[in-house]
């Protein structure tokens, strides 16, 4: 089976611009999560999915910020309005089921540059 | 709230050598700790878990870890170093909430001929 799959690969834009990332989780995973890694602030959190329903959005950064899940599998995060601060590298993860003992599976990231 | 730090973002061993990279931890509750590996432009893959029970964790490609409460600390090592293990390493712990991971800032591991 494949891993967790992400595109675009990079996606470099203009200030002002939305985009949307796209994640492929692992077949038969129902958790998913996005997770944000820029060099000023590591790995962070932003939302995490349990089949569609998002728990718990607030690691998102700004209302500019949103993600859905659709079919209890792809999901996409989309940032409006771009601002230079929002270049990182954007990574989603998959697992089996939400919990602490459920190995989160990374994607390869989408690498957003902004103009 | 959990966190964890780790000491050194940037660590050099001559190939051969033991690796030692240092996490340590701040939890309210029993940690679930975590120790994940980046190699470039790859995504991130566990190395390693410790949940419950066996205090002495062994992982993938030779790398283990210690929980030691009393220290709070889950330090990742491997007796010894290959050209391969050069990557970006990351300690984490389960949050509160039990689904989202706080990572350390990553170590970066050089391995020397």
């Known amino acids: 089976g494949a891993g967790v799959s992400q595109s675009p690969s990079n996606k470099v834009t203009e200030k002002g611009k939305d985009v949307e990332l796209r994640c492929d989780p692992i077949?038969?995973?129902?958790?998913l999560y996005w997770y944000r890694q820029s060099l000023g602030q590591g790995l962070e959190f932003l939302i995490y999915f349990q089949g569609n329903s998002a728990p718990d959005k607030s690691g998102l950064p700004s209302d500019r910020f949103s993600a859905e899940r659709t079919g209890g599998s792809v999901s996409t995060l989309t940032i409006q309005r771009t601002q230079q601060e929002d270049s990182a590298v954007y990574l989603c993860a998959s697992s089996l089921s939400s919990g602490k003992n459920n190995e989160q599976f990374f994607g390869p990231g989408t690498r957003l540059t902004v103009l | 709230a959990q966190s964890v730090t780790q000491l050194g973002s940037h660590v050099s061993v001559s190939e051969g050598a033991l690796v030692l990279l240092r996490c340590n931890y701040s939890s309210s509750v029993p940690p679930y700790l975590f120790w994940y590996v980046q190699y470039p432009n790859q995504g991130l893959q566990l190395l390693l878990k410790y949940t419950t029970g066996a205090t002495l964790v062994k992982g993938i490609n030779g790398f283990e870890a210690e929980f030691k409460k009393s220290e709070t600390s889950f330090h990742l090592t491997k007796p010894s170093a290959h050209m391969s293990d050069a990557a970006e390493y990351f300690c984490?712990?389960?949050?509160?909430?039990?689904?989202?991971?706080?990572f350390g800032k990553g170590t970066s591991l050089l391995v020397t001929p």
């Open positions: 984490a712990v389960s949050d509160h909430s039990g689904y989202a991971l706080n």
């Open positions: 077949s038969g995973h129902t958790a």
